[in-house]
């Protein structure tokens, strides 16, 4: 699996006894960051593998994998090149360095190291790899053949799904709902090793829980001999959970499209799908498990189009507005609502399956649009998302002026308190103003933050044509 570089050196033994020898202390070893000699490559032919022009996968960490501390040790001029291959999915390492030693730290055991992140798919010998783009060339085409197709979309334009309100810039790609534990299984244990390198914080899902589907975003590709391939661009695990008494709500788990093919419209396309089947099946709402901030600000511009063209909420949203162009914020002691209704909360999830917390980040999006010009009425909004914000961070009570205090007790004294106002002010009044000042300033940044994402939104989505 590695390739071995050792320098020769010689050096006459010492024959002078008169002259003394010297004893010195050896350097402990400082190792290296697996960051700094590791280098991944996705590749899809075999005369791409030692082709350093080839795609470089940018990991998210691969410290993580190694040691405690992220480090290499007992390797000098460690190189260390994965090709994983984008038909099969199964790896290889080439490993090359100079020397090895024991600095004090030991020598890590590569080959462990690179299977907890690999596992069973990493291939021994490079021939055996190489053997694997035309022994698995149809490994994708025969997992496929056993899934539901979910949409079709052809280069002319055209397209064949489940519902037909989203647009997509993808064409010439299918979307294949893959379930049962045995397909699910085998397909995933291929993908786990991209997700732990490419998916920030990721685990790999439970395989045997039967509640478990995948989505996979495929494209027919011509191969050298005029036939069709089916190349792999990305895929979504979601999860099914029950929900009292009759229904069910879907968690999209992870969702991870390749590198090579990412920022064109591929995961957009499995968001659509997903929002799709979770109508078509009536289920009690859709969320989204811990989404990073690309996944969810394309994901709000995706629902906030739907809500815009949604007449169940135009009324509620277009007296919110009138509302707010009306009143002003600023003269008033107390932060005024300017929620959706509850009523307005159900129509979107019954009939767009968004859930609650989605439907409010995005309901602040839709009073932006509507407040036209919106520099006019930019002091009122700013003041409603800082309300909002400091009900969700610091809650609608301050704890100025409570205390807990200790008090005798037979129970655990651990366990026990007492929590009174106090209405004398004491030394730890200064303390709870700098408090204060320091939760003001945080909450600054966090309004200026949300601003920011709501204008980036409301930048991209446009009022539909009356």
Known sequence: MGTKHQSSSSSDPVTDPKKRRRVGFSKIDPGVEANECIQ??????????????????????????FEEDGKIYGYQG???????????FLAYADITFQ????????????????????????????????????????????????????????????????????????????VIRVVGTMLIGHLYSRLVPLVLLLVDGSNPIDITDPRWEILLIVQKKIDQQG?????????AAIYRFYHYPDSSRLRLSQILV??????????????????????????????????????????TC??????????????????????????????KSQPSSFRPPLSAIDDVRKAL?????????????????????????????????????????????????????????????????????SKTIDSNSIELEENQNNQEEQLKQLVDERMKEIKLIAQKVSLPAL
């Open 78 to 88: 460690l190189k260390i090149t994965v090709w994983i291959s984008s038909i099969s």
């Open 99 to 174: 020397s090895t030693s024991d600095g004090g730290k030991g020598i890590t055991d590569l080959k462990s190291s690179l299977q907890n992140i690999f596992a069973e798919n990493l291939v021994e010998k490079k021939d055996d790899f190489l053997r694997t783009f035309s022994s698995e060339c149809g490994y994708v085409q025969s997992i496929v053949s056993k899934g539901e197709t979910m949409q079709q979309k052809t280069s002319n334009g055209h397209k064949n799904d489940l519902n037909n309100h989203l647009k997509t810039d993808c064409y010439d790609v299918e």
């Open 227 to 235: 036939d069709n391939q089916l190349k792999l661009l990305g895929f």
């Open 258 to 299: 390749l590198p090579p093919y990412q920022h064109k419209g591929y995961g957009r396309c499995l968001l659509e799908v997903l929002n799709n089947l979770a109508i078509s099946e009536n289920v009690y709402d859709l969320t989204v498990e811990e989404p990073v901030d690309s996944l969810q600000h394309v994901r």
């Open 40 to 65: 991944i490559y996705l590749v899809s032919t075999k005369e791409e593998v030692d082709d350093l022009d080839s795609y470089c996968i940018p990991p998210v960490d691969l410290n993580q994998f």
């Open 302 to 331: 995706m629902d906030v189009g739907r809500l815009l063209v949604f007449k169940p909420i135009q009324q509620a949203l277009d007296s919110t507005i009138m509302r707010l162009k009306q009143e002003n914020l600023s003269k």
């Open 353 to 421: 399956k968004i859930n609650k917390k989605q439907f409010l980040q995005c309901w602040e999006v839709l009073i932006y649009l509507g407040l036209d010009p919106i520099d006019k009425y930019m002091e009122n909004y700013r003041t409603i998302i800082s309300d909002r914000t400091r009900a969700d961070v610091i809650g609608k009570d301050s704890a100025a002026g409570k205390k807990l205090t200790e008090f005798p007790t037979d129970y655990d004294e651990e366990m026990a308190f007492v929590m009174f106002k």
